[in-house]
Structure formats: structure tokens, C-alpha cells
């Protein structure tokens, strides 16, 4: 059995791929979603084997719900337009359904799936998106009922909030749906270390760092006080030349 999770904005499309999978009782359908944000969360949670996944969605187009993955499944996109499909094999998708396309052309999809020269291509796949790591200069985060932008360069400092994180810039603050570990590791550790378990910084917003008996305070450049944690002190240490 192959677990599988389907993405796309449109209902109907999600729909028509779930209709064409109950034809593969080998391939059972674990969960959905309509936007990058939650195509992210769902597919880190659950490790599906199989993501059928559009491109052009709110929160995150389907390349960049890639980058954000933890282990990269098999893909087929499944989008209306033509010009994404070098893209999409350059990353090693195993296809590329343009729509509309009929239950034929989705089981020769699934036939590559079943194909031994295609289960290779979840490696590459990887290799591809995770070793040529890039660190965003924009992220998306929840506000009210909707996504807003962050440029990610304004971020002072990010605090641990429960199983959310409080990224805070020059007088706004944003909730983000990710926990303060998950942000560590998509966050350019040359600008952003971490120096508590529930706190995050930005070296280029330090104002000056006070040394204490056991301990450090960082000042950040908003006059807010970060107490540096023992078990991250050699994060700070690093900076002092």
C-alpha cells in the first residue's frame, strides 16, 4: 500500500483525482489540501508516499511547498499550464498531468509510479531540492484570515509561543504556524542562532551583549532583553573575536 495526499486550490480537482484513485486499491488517500501552508504541514506530518500537487496555489506555488519538505515523496503535478513542465522534471517529478486530462492519461501516470526506474527518482528528487538548500528572504504567515508577507531580513527576534512561534519585527508582531525548531532550520543560520530553547535571533539587530556570572543578555536593537540559555552559550561564543 502507497499513502497518498492530494493538492490543488480547486475542489473539482481534487475531486477528479479521488475518484481516479479508487481504481488503484493499492494507493489509499490519507488527506488534503487546498494551499502551499497546509500542503506543507500535511505532507511533514503524515509522510506520504505519493503527493499529486498543483502549482499555482495561495500561501506557496508547488516548487517552493517542495523546499519545505522534511523528505520528498513522489509527485505528480497535476496543473492547467504547459510552461511549468521543464520545471517540474528538472526536479525529477515522475509527471506531469496537464488539465483537463482523462482517466487514461492518469493511469499512465500511475504506471510510472509502478515503474522500478521511477521509484528511483524520489532520491534525486531529493537531492535536488534539499542539498541546494536556499534560505527564503520572504515568508508567509498567518494574520486574521489571511497570509501576509514577512521579509524575513526585518525579523528581530523569534520567540517559542506553544506549538507556534511569535516572529517579531520593528513594531509588528506575527504568529507563525511552525514551531520554533521547524524555523530554526529554514532560517539562515548565518543570521539567525539560537540562544534558548524559546528564543531565536537575529545577529544583525544586536545592540550590545551583557555578561553575566553563568549567563549572557543580548539587547536587541528594540531594547528587548534575550537571556542566552546555558546549553546555547556556545552559539554566542562563536561571535566574540
Do not use: C, W
Amino acid at each position: 500500500m502507497k499513502k497518498v495526499i492530494i493538492v490543488d486550490d480547486e475542489a473539482a480537482g481534487r475531486t477528479l483525482i479521488n475518484q481516479y484513485l479508487k481504481e488503484h486499491e493499492n494507493l489509499i488517500l490519507i488527506g488534503e489540501a487546498n494551499n502551499g501552508v497546509d500542503a506543507v504541514k500535511i505532507i511533514n506530518e503524515f509522510k506520504p508516499d505519493i503527493v499529486f500537487m498543483d502549482i499555482q496555489m495561495p500561501g506557496l506555488t508547488g516548487f517552493e511547498v517542495l523546499k519545505h519538505l522534511e523528505e520528498i515523496p513522489q509527485i505528480i503535478f497535476s496543473t492547467a499550464y504547459d510552461k511549468y513542465a521543464l520545471e517540474a522534471f528538472e526536479v525529477h517529478a515522475v509527471d506531469y498531468l496537464l488539465k483537463p486530462y482523462t482517466r487514461e492519461r492518469f493511469n499512465a501516470a500511475i504506471q510510472k509510479l509502478r515503474s522500478t526506474d521511477n521509484l528511483s527518482s524520489v532520491k534525486p528528487l531529493a537531492e535536488s531540492i534539499i542539498n541546494t538548500k536556499t534560505y527564503p528572504e520572504k515568508i508567509l504567515v498567518n494574520q486574521n484570515q489571511k497570509l501576509v508577507a514577512v521579509t524575513v531580513s526585518n525579523i528581530i527576534y523569534i520567540t517559542a509561543e506553544r506549538d507556534y512561534s511569535e516572529l517579531v519585527t520593528h513594531g509588528q508582531k506575527h504568529l507563525s504556524n511552525f514551531g520554533i525548531s521547524v524555523l530554526e532550520q529554514k532560517l539562515d543560520p548565518q543570521k539567525f542562532i539560537r540562544v534558548h530553547r524559546s528564543a531565536i535571533i537575529n545577529i544583525d539587530f544586536i545592540k550590545e551583549i551583557q555578561k553575566n556570572l553563568n549567563s549572557y543578555d543580548i539587547i536587541m536593537q528594540n531594547g528587548h532583553v534575550v537571556r542566552v540559555s546555558r546549553s546555547y552559550m556556545e552559539n554566542i561564543k562563536k561571535l566574540i573575536f
